[in-house]
């Protein structure tokens, strides 16, 4: 194609003009993306300036990769699956997926990326008996297969399974990738089959580590993004600043992509990562000490956000939808440990009566301004499978029917005060256990216990440390907990509906189902309930599924279960996340959604587009 | 007055050998043991108000219910974050007893926030005596009688409402409850052991105070961050969290002691050589009634400002162990739950009044230390002030 | 008068709290170089008197009225009304003052030393090392046998004597115009009261000090003072100059003092074995060692050997009395004989609970043993502020120790408690009061009651009277000759006041560093000394008379060093002469 | 001297106490169910990395979690040989953060001196405040100043402190543009020491040791108040008047003294209660000290590393209970040999 005249880098001009840095001709790829913003709505912009924005924990700066987002495949902002990093994906029968890399693409610090990258890590780190004792990752087995893979050139890499393999290409472009490449020039100098065992004898000491397996895997931290000597193909790279509480990211000379007028992305130079107290996000972000912040602030902030707005802080507040399928969610637990609430527990009139129960209008209007969607647990309008009754059905407040269906399980007899007796006298009295950091959960929790009395039903709240939290679930202790719903609110036929099956201890309803799958049947419970089992049927079929339409077809059956037997309690969806952006930072949408996965939070939205409207640094 | 000669002077008074003593008098000194304490206690004006002030506040717990307009987890659904409501008395012009202006709110997407227009035309009269809210009075008898609250359809939030439409100063009056009771058990087991473990120590010294030493040291160089966190874990989940607060504060208080007990132990180390000691041991007395009636007494001050500064690290205490998911939590209500809501910018700035709940604390805080002090004052011999 | 006096005292009263004046309308002038004394009863004001110049009253304390002007020759200055500032630069440099308690008018926690030069740095801009050379030698002179010892001790290391002594030297040290010397000598022996005096009387022919003395003591009175003022009830009864006052005495209350003042006899009885068949203590073979600590950083411990080898015999229903120099150790062999401290190994102490009953050894009773012994043996102590729990009011100080052995109710108790103060002379409404609020000999009074409560059948009294007036002394003593004579109290009784001993003892020990250097019944020992201490002892004694003098040269060769005495009784190094009974019933430490 | 063998002889007490509450760290740490490791497993099962699974029960045994509790605490302290031989904290190994992926030594190298720094800004604070105010609120009993004093000091006490920092931050960068949190400048951070980084330092110090502080401070103070007050009616200071010493000087050199005891007894627990107090604080502030890298630690039971530091805390402990013990017995001489003889 024809590419449009290249621009050098004000930033890098001077490194270009000494000669450390090649010209901009020969840093890109002979095929970079030449992304079309108008296309897009957005406007072209120019380089320079630095953005500012704050992390609360030093290890939050492996949001650089998450907001980056160069990915072998990405999502664009429609959701579709698109090659980013390589230049070409072809995929035959479902099972051979052949990479095409961009000729000339170069990691951070000039050295080609190439399919010896691949074969690096498939040989020599996945392979690895030390690097990774139990081989390859998990991702790439389809029924225990590894795919075979293929490097016939220094552009081209094959990954072959017998069967077709429709989760591969999503799980490249997830918030967190799978690294299935490593910049192999760079992490040899600590591999023991490349290195030279004085030298790295000699490092290992000097690190303190225990072998030399341990310092590879210290120094290869694609995720982490700690290690500035690391070459990245993300558009920004870690610069060493030695500063602990601010650390950062300068624009990567050799980025894939550039803008129609020829200039390369990022527009924006430096990004600027503080680390601040989770407490002072909000306070410093009203004080104008942010170009972009999401992190770190909550509806609650919204007003103090707004105030700073009204006066006269250079940015605005936009409210981005939450992409997981519920905010807040109660997973009534089917494995809990007391046979005679678990039993109660599995009636799914019984879960039902608890949602009827809920009044969602009124925990909306208290928590969010009535912005968040009310409703069940289900996919989010913009995913295909979104249907209004799934969300509605049995998620409305009715507290007669609730009473009706108690009366009819047999629980019509009440205490004086209007609670439900078990039949072995107790009242019945659920204790919910949340992660105590969340307060809208307490407060929504509140009002649940008020409504649920009048359905005869105490509840009991316990907040707890997370892992704590965690124990007590997987452990069968926990009655009923609290968390997100789904993270992946917005499935495509194309995303593994594996997560609405018992297959992960991490939903909350079927913690030892859960365990049971993942450990191959060495702990935890099988499933014993038809429903479940056929949920664990229909994630097996999905992975076999030849057809789009079949994949679909799982996915509304999947979704119509969940509906039905309301395995996890769905309260209220789409809540407002504040996401403030300063006045002078443009291509940044109004409206989006704020998710994790799939769109690593910004990422989707591509930050290397965004620029300063006056380019300069604040 | 006779000058002699050479400055010579004798007095002239008639000379009475068994001389008259009641001439001296001062009954203020001779009075009974109480009334000498409280005739200097009455002179502390502050201490005297801080003491009907804190007797006032406990004597009144049980009753506060009834006080309480609403009940402490009553949400009004449309009043949220409502500010805080003046009780009038004049409607233009014209006297017509205790009433309010009913407010109507309305969302403002704008600012995110909820605007409240008072409507002035239909002033609310109070009501008294009113059946609403149910609650327990005396803790015990259920009743729906209330002193006082807003007619149908209006609302009396006196110190406005919180996030989820709950009346703040009924909160504060139910949450007074829990603040100025459970914490002080932790005090009073800490203070126990910190005097007898520490007076033992200090008075007997040698091996005892040796070993008390070694006992004191490992106990404080246990870290409490692990426990609680070990605790907060092992709890039953089916416990009320009164009852988990209960257990925290006590074993706060089994935690507490050591501090104390190194301060008795080393000025009892001091105090024991004085004569006095020695006087009473000579007379026989056993090794707790000179720590109880020698020992103590000249320690006090330290002790009762010790146990007034403990008193804000037992109201608020659960604040801090909350973050741990140990401290008290919904439903029940205490100035620490509800300061705990209210720790942040948007609480500060735009409702302030969910912060309300710092006024009792400080109040009773500097109540608490007046009334230490003023005591202290009282039963020191020295002062007269 | 030509010359304005030095200090006038015109119509000063002074009341506590709302009651009415404890001190009406007092008046009296102190010219330069004189020495004016005020006598009177306890609890008559003096105290107050002499603190009210300084300014120096409890928080409590109001003046009423009255004035005070001190000129020292260069203008008049009122003190009552002159700012804190001011007033302050004249205190311990122009007018010093020796307080009546010396344990607890020195701060527990500093050395010695230091505080007294103390009064240098701030007022004479010295600086430590420059004051200390003053210092030592003021020590010297006060009579400490060893000055830097004391220099570096605190005052919990130091006799009672010793104290006082560090405090007389803290006053005098700034060479003041004015002296006001509150019971200066009560805690010491008459040898080194006669020192101190005479100290005081160089330092007024060297800088022309005037003093105002409140002092008990007639001797004392008769031998320093130029002037006298009595008081009584917070009045001046009658001033006037020694001579007109002692000899000739007009007001009922003066006469009552000068008839009340025992004398030493000087006539004995002959000499008769003594011989005891119902002991119920002794002491045999007691000595008593303190490590004294060197500086927090020097290794310099070294041992002061209080007690050596004292053998001490009280007979049932008898009087031992022990006299002897300041810090020779009377205190500590009281409190070893009660068990309060204990003795060096190889001293015994028996207690015979009734007659030829068996012995406890009460160093080594275990504790129910040693209570109910505690029951039967009381003390009363030298310093009677230290002994009184400061926090406890009177009626509980008093029935602390019926409490404790669970006699009576509580009634009977309270009861029990009004009798005691009777007994000793103090007003029963007084119950409700701490024992700050007393004056020194009100304190010691109720030390005493306090010792009797529990009517014990020993009494051990550290100088019982030393802070009392004659009249009350007398009243005390006769009080405890009656319970002698009534429940057969027996009494080690230590004291420093050779004519109260002599009135009161049945047998008398006279110490000196540590040892029992003479011991006979008191006619004896005070009609026919032997030991040249003793006889220095006695020399020292002052009468109430101004035409008898000291002899000065006896006092001087008694009170000496012991290495310096006649050859048969010289202490060489470590050889010291027996113990030796010259005549039947006279013990002396001689060489033969 | 013997003041010397004093201190020498509790030195070695010292050691051995710390031996003992080495191992009651150890175990009440270990107190809660599992560790990082199968904590770890089961979230890199949760995000289905089940290679990592196996990875980490190679880290297991390299860190011999694998084996008996009594074992696993000899091998951290270095009396029994781990898989590595003898490689433990008294050999200088403070072991391995699983969290950070580091060796203890290295994280907690940098939180340290920060945390030093900050609690060295409160302690002085503390004293510097509580100090002055308390002799004057004695001195000037029943007065304003003593009633401002008290009414400053409770309103620090009864402010929860988190809530205290916010309302400081905000409205200190308001009006007074303040900076809101951090430790400095961040352009500072990591030049060499400056004048200009010295008072950004300070200016940063301002809210947190306010806000650590206030609380020690306020306690302090009403104690020494109360303590004085009763020192100030004893005769001893009256005779100091009488010497002519002048007011501030017969208070701080005689009765404070004296008052002074029980806060000597004190200053073992002013270090610790600083830093536990402030870990709250320091996580809402995001001060980069060890008590927040503690609080994580402990949470995710990064087990050497929070081992480390709790022994780190009470080492100082033991060291400030130690400091005090000897102050005590230099201050007052009738302490100085604590045993009595009876
Ligand atoms: N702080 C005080 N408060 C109340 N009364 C006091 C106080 N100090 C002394 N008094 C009383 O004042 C009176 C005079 O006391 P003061 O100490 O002057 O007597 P004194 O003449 O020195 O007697 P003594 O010879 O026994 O020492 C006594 O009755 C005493 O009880
Ligand atoms: N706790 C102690 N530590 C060190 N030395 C002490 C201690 N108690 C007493 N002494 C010393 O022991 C000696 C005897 O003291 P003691 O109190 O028995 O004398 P005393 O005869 O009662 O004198 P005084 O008549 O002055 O009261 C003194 O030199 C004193 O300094
Ligand atoms: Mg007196
Ligand atoms: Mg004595």
Redesign the pocket.
Known sequence: AELPELKEAEFWRESVEHGVLPPIDQRLPENPIVVDLSAKGRVTGQQGGTLRTMITRSKDIRQMVVYGYARLMGYDENYQLMPDILEDVKVAEGRIFTFKLRKGHKWSDGNPFTSADFQYWWDHVANNEELAPSGPPAFLKLDGELPRVLFPDETTVLFIWSKPNPGFLPQLAQARPPFIYRPAHFLKQFHADFADPDELAQKIRKKKVRSWAALHNKRDNMYKFDNHRLPTLQPWIAADTGKESRRQFVRNPYYHRIDTNGIQLPYIDTVEMSIVGRGLVAAKTNAGEADLQARGLNFKDVPILKKGETEGQDYKVFLWPNGTSSQIAIYPNLNHADPKWRRLLRDRNFRRALSLGIDRRMINRALYFGLASEGNMTVLPPSPFFSEENLRNWAVYNPEKANQILDEMGFSERRSDGLRLLPNGRPMRIVVETAGEREEVGNALQIIADTWRDIGIGLIVRPLDRDILRQHVFSGQTMAAVWYGWDNGIPTSATSPEYLAPRAQEFFSWPKWGQYYQTGGSAGEEVDMPKPKRLMQLASDWEKAGTDDRRSAIWREMLQIHAEEMYGIGILAEAPQPVVVSNRLKNVPEKALWAWDPGAHFGIHRPDEFFFSDGEAH | MTDLPQGRYVDDAPYDPNADREALERPDLDAPNWLLIWRKFRRHRLGLISGIFLAFSYLMLPFWGFVAPYTPNERNADHLYGPPQMVRLFHDGKLIGPFIYPMTAEADLENFRWIYTSDYENPAKLEFFCTRGRYNFLGFIPTQRHLFCAPEGATVFLWGADRLGRDVFSRILYGAQLSLTVGLIGITVSFLLGISIGGIAGYFGGGVDWFVQRVIEVLRSIPELPLWLALSAAVPSHWSPVAVFFIISIILGLLDWPGLARAVRSKFLALREEEFVRAAEMMGAKPSRIIRKHLLPNFSSHLIASAMLSIPAMILGETALSFLGLGLRAPAVSWGVMLNDAQNLASIEIYPWTAIPMLPVIFVVLAFNFLGDAMRDSLDPYSHH | MDKAPLLQVRDLSIGFGKGTPIISNISFNVAAGETVALVGESGSGKTVTCKAILRILSANAKIHSGTVIFNPGDGELELISMPERKLRELRGDQISMIFQEPMHSLSPLHRIGAQVSEVLCLHRGHRKKSAKKLVLEKFERVGFPDPE??YR?YP?????????RAMIAMAMIAKPDLLIADEPTT???VTTQAQILSLIKDLQAETGMAVILVTHDLGVVANTADRVVVMRNGRIMEAGSVAEILDHPKHGYTKKLIDAAPAIPHEAEPSRARQIDDPILQLENVS?S???RGGMFSKRGEV?R??QGVDITVERGKTFA?V????????????IALGAASPDPGGVIRFWPAKSAPPLEVQSLDPTAKRAFQRQAQMVF?DPYGSLSPRMQVIDILTEPLEIHEIGTRSERRDRAVELLEQVDLDPAMLRRFPHAFSGGQRQRLSIARALALEPKLLVC??PTSALDLSVQMQVLELLEDIRETLGLSYLF?S?DLAVVSRIANEVAV?RR?QIVEQAAPDILFSAPKHPYTKALIAACLEPSVEQKIDLDAVAIGAGDPETWPEEFAFQASEVPPLTETEPGHLVRIQI | MEILRYAVFRFFTMLATLLVVSALVFFIMNLPPGDYLSNLIAELRSTGQDSGVAKVEFLRQEYSLDQPLWKQYLIWIGFWPGPHGFSGIIHGDFGWSFEYDKPVSEIVGSALWLTVLVNLAAVLFVYVVALPLGVLAAVRSKTWVDYTSALIGYLGLATPNFLLALMLFYYGHKYFNLPIGGLMAPEFEGEPMSAAKVKSVLVHLIIPTFVIGTAGAAAMMQRLRANLLDELSKPYVETAKAKGVPPIRSVLKYPLRVAFNPFVADIGNLLPSLISGSVLVSVVLGLQTIGPALLTALKSQDQFLAGFILLFVAGLTLIGTMISDVLLALLDPRIRYGGRKR
Request: hydrophobic residues 35%; aromatic residues 4%.
């Open positions: 010892r004391v001790s919990f290391e130091l006799s009672g004597g010793m104290r006082q805690a010491l022996d008593k303190f490590d004294l002061v209080a007690v022990v002897g120099e300041s810090g020779s150790g009377k205190s500590t062999c009281a409190k030298q550290d100088e230590i420093h110490m540590g």
